[in-house]
Nanobody
Framework: QVQLAESGGGLVQPGGSLRLSCAASGRIRSIADMGWYRQAPGKQRELVATITSGGSTEYADSVKGRFTVSRDNAKNTVYLQMNSLKPEDTAVYHC????????????WGQGTQVTVSS
């Protein structure tokens, strides 16, 4: 089993910044994709950003140029640097990891609240 420990959410004013972290631990032979999804009240969960084991990234159009996803493979940790935050970025942010032990499986964090408000 794989455990994901998220941190870094909170309340921030519009235009501010936050950095989310997600550390994976447990039975892991290798990690493929890592990333972040978010879900706002009354909306479906959506992709925010992902990063492959080779460092290729993908972003939602709404966050391009403001958010940066990165990973530390030695620490099995993925980060999301969020700058120029807007009220519409308010959501619960969930970490996602695709990892292999005996087979490749998807794992989700419990979520961390990000609230952008003045």
């Amino acid at each position: 089993q794989v455990q994901l420990a998220e941190s870094g959410g909170g309340l921030v004013q519009p235009g501010g910044s936050l950095r989310l972290s997600c550390a994976a631990s447990g039975r892991i032979r290798s990690i493929a994709d890592m990333g972040w999804y978010r879900q706002a009240p009354g909306k479906q969960r959506e992709l925010v950003a992902t990063i492959t084991s080779g460092g290729s990234t993908e972003y939602a159009d709404s966050v391009k140029g403001r958010f940066t996803v990165s990973r530390d493979n030695a620490k099995n940790t993925v980060y999301l640097q969020m700058n120029s935050l807007k009220p519409e970025d308010t959501a619960v942010y969930h970490c996602h990891v695709r990892a292999r032990w005996l087979s490749m499986s998807d794992y989700w964090g419990q979520g961390t609240q990000v609230t952008v408000s003045s």
